[in-house]
């Protein structure tokens, strides 16, 4: 049987509660505190990661167009990700051995890693060297012939880079050495923080990873500029943005130059009738005066078309389309 208590001690515990004496028990519903960690302060706000994002889809985008050229092939590069994190867990995501490229931005003391995982290295290697992409290598150790072969790719992206990042300032970004483990590539101490870029890079149907990675004890001048900039102005250009290759390559078809023959007729003469031919001699082609002629693009026929002129030039008129079988 439960404890009857007395009006003097429910009078007791009424005055204690008032006076502070005794807290009531906690019903449990209270919730649990979160640890801060004054160690890593956010450096970089929300809208300015946002600018930042903005900036290297911009250069995604420019980037992408130089791979298709120098690759021929579909590419598609997204940024995954935008994050601050310690320079430590940086550290220990990177795979050994690694294809790593430190920089420097000049007249600054920023310094940064470029970072190709093993798999776009090799891949990008082969087909700069005119393979396909699907060779097989034992060894993921990147060796100097390899390395002065990325050297072309690497110049590119501090290129495209300091372009996009133009619209804040005009940052040069000086690629230092290569470097194949991450414990060389000292760029800022353990326990500070670092701006972490991830790009997803598609070759084709294959997909692979690219890192950015900027120490961030030496953004405060950039982060200014980043403040004082009308983040409005900012924008991605999403030249293939939700396009599908198919899309891609038309958008590139509509530029191709194509040869476009008119054939008025055929005939058939003998080698020492052709050279017996002289100027003035008129050959009988099998097709009529008002016939219409066959229009090839390269060399496959896909209209037909009336001969004629206008504003005293020749020309041809298409009046149908061939209907191709195949």
Same mark, same amino acid.
């Given at each position: 049987?439960?404890?009857? %208590?007395?009006?003097?001690? #429910? &009078?007791? !515990? /009424?005055?204690?509660?008032?006076? @502070?004496?005794? *807290? ?95 798999? %776009?290295?090799?891949?990008? #290697? &082969?087909? !700069? /060297?005119?393979?396909?992409?699907? @060779?097989?290598? *034992? ?188």
């Amino acid at each position: 049987m439960a404890e009857v %208590l007395s009006q003097q001690e #429910i &009078d007791q !515990l /009424l005055n204690n509660m008032k006076t @502070g004496e005794q *807290q009531p028990e906690s019903s449990g519903t209270d919730k649990e505190a979160i640890p801060f960690d004054f160690r890593l302060p956010n450096r970089i706000s929300k809208n300015q990661l946002r600018t930042i994002r903005n900036i290297h889809e911009n250069f995604a985008e420019t980037f992408s167009s130089f791979l298709m050229g120098k690759l021929q092939s579909i590419i598609n590069i997204n940024v995954i990700s935008v994050d601050q994190i310690y320079y430590s867990e940086y550290v220990l995501s990177v795979s050994n051995p690694a294809c790593l490229f430190t920089f420097d931005i000049n007249n600054t003391d920023i310094r940064g890693i470029l970072e190709f995982s093993p798999e %776009l290295a090799l891949t990008l #290697i &082969d087909r !700069l /060297l005119g393979g396909y992409g699907e @060779g097989s290598k *034992q060894s993921k150790v990147i060796t100097p012939i390899e390395q002065k072969v990325l050297y072309v790719v690497v110049e590119t992206i501090m290129q495209d880079l300091r372009k996009s990042w133009q619209i804040i300032d005009d940052f040069e970004y000086l690629v230092d050495r290569f470097e194949p483990d991450i414990d060389f590539a000292q760029i800022t101490s353990q326990s500070e923080s670092v701006l972490l870029i991830t790009f997803e890079i598609f070759i084709g149907e294959q997909s692979y990873l690219m890192n950015l990675c900027f120490a961030t004890y030496a953004f405060d001048s950039i982060l200014s500029k980043l403040s004082n900039q009308n983040l409005s102005t900012i924008r991605p250009v999403k030249y293939n943005s939700g396009s599908t290759a198919k899309n891609i390559v038309m958008e590139h078809l509509k530029k191709t130059l194509l040869n476009v023959e008119v054939e008025f007729g055929k005939t058939q003469i003998s080698f020492s009738q052709l050279m017996q031919l002289k100027n003035g001699d008129i050959l009988i082609l099998d097709k009529r005066i008002g016939e219409q002629v066959e229009i090839k693009i390269g060399e496959k026929q896909l209209f037909k078309g009336n001969i004629g002129s206008v504003n005293n030039r020749k020309a041809v008129k298409i009046t149908s389309k061939v209907e191709n079988k195949e």
